[in-house]
């Protein structure tokens, strides 16, 4: 069992940026392959960005090739998600989530966290 908590959205001017961190409980976190996945008002939920169990790959949905950037401290169990050159369709709330396979999708993903909201104003 993997408890996963996120923090670090907030409000911030469209250009902007923010941190997201996705704390991780128990001792198998490097056993987890990690992804940030984000559901808009009135939208499905949408992939994000995917890491492997090491940091070595990493994936990205085509909408946030170059501004985004996934990362994750094994020693520390978080993930995390830098997000630059923020715009107006980014606002969402933001899940991470741990699961079996490097995937540009949730499939694979066991656990979830409770999500942290992203605003961003134009």
């Known amino acids: 069992q993997v408890q996963l908590v996120e923090s670090g959205g907030g409000l911030v001017q469209a250009g902007g940026s923010l941190r997201l961190s996705c704390a991780a409980s128990g001792r198998t976190f490097s056993t987890y392959v990690m992804g940030w996945f984000r559901q808009a008002p009135g939208k499905e939920r949408e992939f994000v960005a995917t890491?492997?169990?090491?940091?070595?790959?990493?994936y990205y949905a085509d909408f946030v090739k170059g501004r985004f950037t996934i990362s994750r401290d094994n020693v520390k169990n978080t993930v995390y998600l830098q997000m630059n050159s923020l715009k107006p369709e980014d606002t969402a709330n933001y899940y991470c989530?741990?699961?079996?396979?490097?995937?540009?999708?949730?499939?694979?993903?066991?656990?979830w966290g409770k999500g942290t909201l992203v605003t961003v104003s134009s």
């Open positions: 989530a741990a699961g079996t396979l490097e995937r540009m999708s949730d499939t694979g993903m066991r656990y």
């Open positions: 890491i492997s169990r090491s940091g070595g790959r990493t």
